[in-house]
């Protein structure tokens, strides 16, 4: 019914955006109109709602042009969640959505009309500058979330990964009350706590255990004065544990500064340990953690020793399994990659760790690459597989665990401590003497990059700052000019810079 419900729902088709009317795509086909809603109500009142849930699509009407704006510019620099897995959305072509005479309305209107009535009674964000948070307290920031039928530990690090799906996480505090295991957890906006609350209320870590029943608290912010594992203020990692001691070590402050993903999405796995009858799958919509391991046995709680990515949205006409080794290879060595033969949007990358691929994802997950934003998770595969004796997939399975071009195999090397997120400017190395500026320059114009700056190192000329047009250019020149031959065995190095000229 959803093609007919498409002839019949008459809009008006307008040409020019922006409209007061949104149109989502890529929905997660279990996804409810609550979860839908609650991407755009914290920027103003929605006024009408269409699901074509076969096409996996929604039209949001706005009660004003402007409020649609501040939903678009919110989520500019990144597409928001559901369930763990991108939502894109756009302006419609529509100015407004008519659908009176449609089938399955009722249900849709009766959510908008609750969700609105909640809404005018606590917050709305009232601009996109408003809604890009600073450090801003106010009600509805802090969750509290009592978690049930705890069979396995739940950690801080844990809920951190599952709540910073929503938004930045600022403070978590964890305590024991009346037997039960609860947290308080704060956002930096009242939005990111709505849609975490909306989302994950009800909902299980493992299957049919660690059940999440989520309020919110009456606190509008949290005191934090130790960084442990019972409590952590995510804006200062220099606080000390009670000890005196800083709590973190160096490589989880430097991931947990941007937005871990976690193994919940469709791709994830539940791996338990071999004493456990498996769970029937899917079993209460659980988010599907994997069970953490042996203490010790890994920097990152909840990665559970998984090196493979999942990396999707990319563009087929221009990836290859080459320049993922080597936009990878700048966060962890990258030993194997696949593109999957049959949809060349989506590859599997192959880490040397499971702390290197958490890392690739904090620093690469939406990220935009060859004109689409990429997106990186971790594969329920736990190995990337070779091609068997006789298999032909015109190349796009490649092993790369002996190449040369690896940062990372000398311990204690330079290169971790070098790892930055890609930057318009790059740094370089290796140039021989007898190249000049205009030489570096015109080599990467012929990447079709705009150089906007250059300059060698005063005291070391084999290094240089480049600075080019756009992020975006800088990811496309590295892959292509790193290990470039600059003449007489001169292998160029690209990595991305900290500074700017």
């Not at 990964?161 to 906006?189: C, E, H, M, W």
């Not at 999405?265 to 009858?277: F, M, R, Y």
Request: hydrophobic share 40%; proline share 6%.
């Amino acid at each position: 019914g959803n093609a007919k419900n498409r002839k019949k729902f008459k809009g008006h088709r307008l040409l020019s955006s922006p409209s007061r009317v949104l149109h989502l795509r890529q929905i997660p086909s279990d996804a409810t109109e609550a979860e839908i809603l609650s991407l755009a109500l914290p920027f103003g009142e929605v006024t009408n709602i269409l699901m074509l849930k076969g096409k996996r699509q929604a039209f949001l009407e706005m009660a004003t042009e402007e409020a649609a704006v501040n939903v678009m510019n919110y989520y500019a620099p990144a597409a928001p969640s559901l369930r763990y897995q991108p939502v894109f959305i756009q302006y419609s072509n529509y100015r407004e959505l008519k659908t009176d005479n449609l089938p399955n309305q009722t249900r849709a209107q009766a959510i908008l009309q609750a969700l609105n009535a909640m809404q005018s009674g606590s917050w709305t964000v009232t601009s996109a500058s408003d809604a890009g948070g600073g450090l801003r307290q106010g009600p509805g920031c802090v969750l509290r979330i009592i978690v049930e039928n705890v069979f396995y530990p739940v950690t801080l690090e844990m809920l951190h990964q599952v709540f910073s799906t929503f938004g930045p996480v600022l403070k978590i505090i964890t305590f024991t009350r009346n037997s039960q295991f609860q947290a308080l957890v704060q956002y930096n906006d009242p939005r990111s706590a709505h849609c975490a609350k909306m989302t994950l209320h009800g909902r299980s870590i493992y299957n049919a255990c660690c059940t999440l029943r989520i309020d919110f608290s009456k606190f509008t912010s949290l005191t934090i004065k130790y960084n442990n594992e019972k409590s952590r203020d995510f804006t200062r990692l220099d606080f000390p544990s009670d000890d005196g001691q800083i709590y973190m070590d160096q490589p989880i402050a430097a991931a947990y500064g941007k937005k871990p993903s976690l193994p919940l999405s469709s791709d994830a796995i539940n791996t338990l340990p071999g004493d456990v009858v498996p769970p029937v799958p899917g079993a209460l919509g659980s988010l599907a953690l994997t069970t953490p391991v042996e203490p010790g046995q890994m920097t990152y709680p909840g990665v559970v020793g998984n090196s493979v990515l999942l990396v999707s949205n990319l563009n087929p006409e221009a990836i290859t399994p080459h320049g993922l080794f080597i936009l990878f290879g700048m966060y962890g060595d990258v030993h194997r990659v696949k593109i999957m033969f049959r949809k060349k949007e989506n590859a599997l990358v192959q880490m040397a760790d499971a702390n290197q691929a958490q890392l690739a994802i904090s620093h690469l997950d939406g990220q935009r690459l060859y004109g689409r934003v990429l997106h990186a998770t971790f594969s329920k595969h736990h190995t990337v597989q070779l091609l068997r004796e006789g298999q032909d997939d015109q190349g796009l399975t490649k092993d790369y665990s002996n190449s040369p071009l690896h940062r990372f195999k000398i311990p204690g090397s330079k290169n971790f401590q070098n790892i930055f997120p890609p930057s318009a400017t790059l740094h370089l190395s290796n140039i021989p003497s007898f190249v000049t500026v205009d030489d570096m320059k015109n080599l990467f114009a012929s990447t079709g990059c705009t150089v906007k700056a250059f300059k060698f190192f005063q005291n070391n000329c084999k290094m240089a700052l480049i600075q080019l047009g756009s992020v975006e250019e800088a990811v496309h020149a590295l892959i292509e000019l790193h290990n470039h031959d600059l003449g007489q065995n001169h292998h160029l190095r690209v990595s991305f810079s900290k500074f700017t000229i």
